[in-house]
């Protein structure tokens, strides 16, 4: 169970995290960056001044993880010292994993987005497989630093490890739908 500081600490900087997306989203159709409207998406004209605002959010998010890591893993401070380097790599593989992702479905969508564009089977299954692929490395990579964090995490550790970042996302999700229902402000009381 939460203590109350805990409480507080997290409504504070979900709440702070919830307002940068909110100031991502106006002005633009968020879902597609590229959009034939003109205006641009969160990494376009309208974002760059909010971006420093967004970047001290996520690392106030990012600092909240790691504190929320450390407490659910029952990390001790030289497993801290130990873990989180590693952890650090491996956050960096996954987010060039995602550019990767991100690059085969833009593609998708801008041939998709041409009227002469007229795929076939051997399109589909061109993209088919090359999503399969980067979903398979994504779990190769997740099967490597866990292999890598042996003699620094327990086998609990490494399993409460595997279902932390979805247990963390729910939590905020919960937290900014919470906030979002009726408007209201987050309860800083709980």
């Known amino acids: 169970m939460l203590n109350?500081?805990?409480?507080v600490l997290i409504s504070l900087l979900i709440f702070l995290?919830?307002?940068?997306?909110?100031?991502?989203?106006?002005?633009?159709n968020h879902m597609f960056p590229h959009d034939s409207s003109g205006l641009k998406g969160p990494r376009g004209r309208w974002a760059d001044s909010s971006n420093s605002m967004f970047e001290r959010r996520k690392e106030k998010l990012e600092k909240l993880k790691v504190w929320r890591m450390v407490d659910y893993l029952n990390l001790s401070s030289q497993q801290s010292e130990k873990f989180f380097p590693k952890y650090h790599k491996y956050k960096e593989k996954l987010r060039n994993h995602h550019k990767n992702m991100e690059s085969v479905i833009l593609?998708?969508?801008?041939?998709?987005r041409r009227e002469e564009y007229d795929p076939d089977e051997s399109d589909l299954n061109k993209y088919l497989n090359k999503l399969a692929q980067i979903r398979e490395n994504r779990s190769k990579i997740k099967k490597e630093f866990l292999k890598n964090v042996d003699g620094i995490l327990n086998t609990k550790q490494k399993m409460k490890l595997l279902i932390f970042e979805d247990k963390f996302k729910r939590q905020i999700m919960r937290e900014?739908?919470?906030m979002r229902g009726k408007g209201k402000q987050p309860n800083l009381r709980r």
């Open 107 to 112: 593609e998708l969508d801008n041939k998709l």
């Open 4 to 7: 109350i500081k805990n409480k």
């Open 17 to 28: 995290f919830s307002i940068s997306i909110f100031a991502q989203r106006r002005g633009a």
């Open 176 to 178: 900014l739908h919470r």
